[in-house]
């Protein structure tokens, strides 16, 4: 591993254990109780560190596809395979930050009914990543942004990551169904700041899932965009038979 690729590391941990502190303090006192003095003690970091993180109080629990890494950006504007293929690739990098935080997406909703600074967060954070793809797509094609093809790749982009994220979501809720109540599962916890690992005690490791046939209980979000893309891919052009 490299001397980039081990800063990398430390920086997704650092923001994991971080994160992890906040949603488990807003779960335990409520977002107006949560404070960023507390989060960087439970995290273990200084309150610096926080905000070389995250920008504000809220972005804290904002969950959602973050922008995806320059090099991919590129990659996909460079790309001469399949648009769809290149799109799901790139979609993965920026949906990785999620793979730790599956046990709280049950919770998200509530939390951003609850608090208007959150909702704001989380329209800015998608802002941020649509300009983003758009950008990219609009390089790729070589079209401006206002080009239907364009606007067709961004909602494309979107239909994507919704439908995967939901497979990715529902993939643990219904393991955890022969494990406990629904409200348990519900109100499940990070396994700790710092551990990355944001999984309730029923989820298990992720499995790997191919389009047409029944996956495994588990399924990692970028297999479950993997699954999508693939699935838009055989529809739009199936293969003869």
Do not use: Y
């Given at each position: ?30 977002y107006a109780a949560m404070t960023i003095d507390d989060v960087a003690a439970l995290a273990g970091v200084s309150r610096r560190t926080v905000f070389n993180h ?20 590129e990659a996909f504007v460079a790309g001469s395979g399949p648009l769809l293929e290149d799109l799901g690739t790139l979609l993965i990098s920026g949906a990785q ?145």
């Open positions: 591993m490299t001397r980039t690729d081990l800063r990398a590391a430390h920086t997704r941990r650092t923001r994991a254990a971080i994160r992890a502190a906040a949603l488990a303090l807003t779960r335990e006192r409520g995250f920008s504000s109080k809220a972005e804290l629990l904002v969950i959602g596809p973050e922008t995806p890494e320059p090099e991919a950006i930050a999620l793979e730790p935080e599956r046990a709280w997406l049950m919770a998200f909703p509530q939390i951003v009914r609850d608090n208007p600074e959150v909702e704001r967060a989380v329209h800015e954070r998608f802002q941020a990543v649509e300009r983003v793809l758009e950008d990219a797509a609009s390089r790729r094609l070589g079209l401006p942004s206002s080009a239907p093809q364009v606007r067709a790749v961004l909602a494309l982009s979107s239909a994507v990551q919704k439908a995967a994220i939901r497979m990715w979501a529902a993939s643990c809720d219904a393991d955890d169904g022969a494990n406990g109540p629904a409200d348990d599962r519900r109100a499940g916890t990070p396994d700790g700041p710092g551990t990355g690992s944001g999984r309730t005690g029923g989820c298990h490791e992720p499995a790997t899932a191919s389009v047409g046939e029944q996956s495994d209980p588990i399924l990692s979000l970028a297999d479950a965009v993997r699954a999508v893309t693939a699935a838009i891919g055989e529809i739009i052009a199936p293969t003869s038979q």
